[in-house]
């Protein structure tokens, strides 16, 4: 068995075995005074330029005010010139007044048949011609004819068929005259337009129903 190695014990001091880590520069405060110069650079010209420009001149709080000079109006002379004429306005001739419309008011219309109408209305109907289309058309032929007149008429005596086989239809009336005829003969108003008219109606319906029945009787015969 081997004997191991002892250990050399050092003691005391060696100047082989001594060194100083720290060097001469960091020991001394010249460092600390020339890091403090760098950190703090002088201010160059450039720098002073742009100062001096973004400083703005205070302006007074009050603008001044431009003084504004008077000046006299010039006095304007009367014109001597006479006042133009004055137009005279223009006589213009009044629209002539329209006439008023007459009022009119619907009336009934009531014509019988005779009897002696009434048989040659049988002889037309043995021919092929109603009795009734005859009595129609010889109707409104008075009715385009008839004019009402201010003259009241009495219903005239004849021999009359039943007024259900006679001619009814109404016509626009002049209201004026109408009611004249109502003021004059029927004061009481107890009849009514129709019965006012029927006396001038009425034989103007005969005299047509009697041409009517002659002109065909003609083309029959």
């Known amino acids: 068995m081997m004997a191991r190695k002892k250990r050399p014990n050092i003691q005391g001091h060696n100047p082989d075995y001594s060194t100083n880590f720290t060097s001469p520069r960091e020991g001394t405060s010249t460092f600390a005074a020339g890091a403090s110069e760098r950190a703090s650079p002088a201010q160059t010209p450039v720098a002073n330029e742009v100062d001096a420009a973004l400083q703005v001149p205070e ?10 000079e008077e000046t006299t109006p010039t006095p304007v002379e ?5 006042p133009a004429p004055k137009s005279k306005p223009v006589a213009t001739e009044k629209p002539a007044r329209k006439s008023k419309i007459e009022e009119k008011r619907e009336t009934r219309l009531d014509a019988a048949v005779k009897v002696e109408q009434g048989a040659k209305l049988d002889a037309l109907e043995g021919q092929g011609l109603a009795a009734r289309d005859v009595i129609i058309l010889a109707g409104r032929r008075a009715t385009a004819r008839f004019e ?16 259900r086989e006679g001619y009814h239809t109404t016509k626009r009336l002049p209201a004026s005259i109408l009611d004249d005829l109502r003021e004059k003969h029927d004061p009481l108003r107890l009849q009514s337009d129709s019965a006012m008219v029927r006396g001038q109606f009425e034989p103007l319906f005969w005299t047509c129903l009697d041409e009517v029945i002659e002109e065909l009787r003609q083309k029959k015969g």
């Not at 302006?59 to 504004?68: F, K, L």
């Not at 009402?148 to 007024?163: C, G, H, I, Q, T």
């Open 78 to 82: 009367p014109s001597t010139l006479d």
């Open 59 to 68: 302006q007074s709080s009050q603008p001044e005010t431009p003084e504004v």
């Open 148 to 163: 009402l007149k201010a003259k009241f008429v009495e219903k005239p005596e004849a021999d009359r068929l039943p007024m």
